[in-house]
Nanobody, 122 residues
């Protein structure tokens, strides 16, 4: 069994900063890509940022230059540093991870966290 637990969301004024955390636990052999998505009310879930096991990153155009994704492989944790926040960043943020549970199976399955609310006031 694998669990992803997010934390760090909250209410912040426009221009402020927040850091989101997501820790994976359970039966884990290795973790491939990890990432953050978000879903605003009435909108589809969208990719915010992703990071490979080697540290290569990818960002949505809307957050480039403002958000930074990073990971600590020893802690099975991914972070999202969010700066210069805007009201349009308001959403529920979900982390995910592509996890390989067993050394004898090359199959990796995508797991999701429960989501954490980020609200940016104007």
């Amino acid at each position: 069994q694998v669990q992803l637990v997010e934390s760090g969301g909250g209410l912040v004024q426009a221009g402020g900063s927040l850091t989101l955390y997501c820790a994976a636990s359970g039966t884990i052999y290795s973790i491939n890509a990890m990432g953050w998505y978000r879903q605003a009310p009435g909108k589809q879930r969208e990719l915010v940022a992703s990071i490979s096991s080697g540290g290569s990153t990818n960002y949505a155009d809307s957050v480039k230059g403002r958000f930074t994704i990073s990971r600590d492989n020893a802690k099975n944790t991914v972070y999202l540093q969010m700066n210069s926040l805007k009201p349009e960043d308001t959403a529920v943020y979900y982390c995910n991870a592509d996890i390989r549970q067993f050394y004898f199976s090359a199959t990796a399955r995508r797991y999701w966290g429960q989501g954490t609310q980020v609200t940016v006031s104007s």
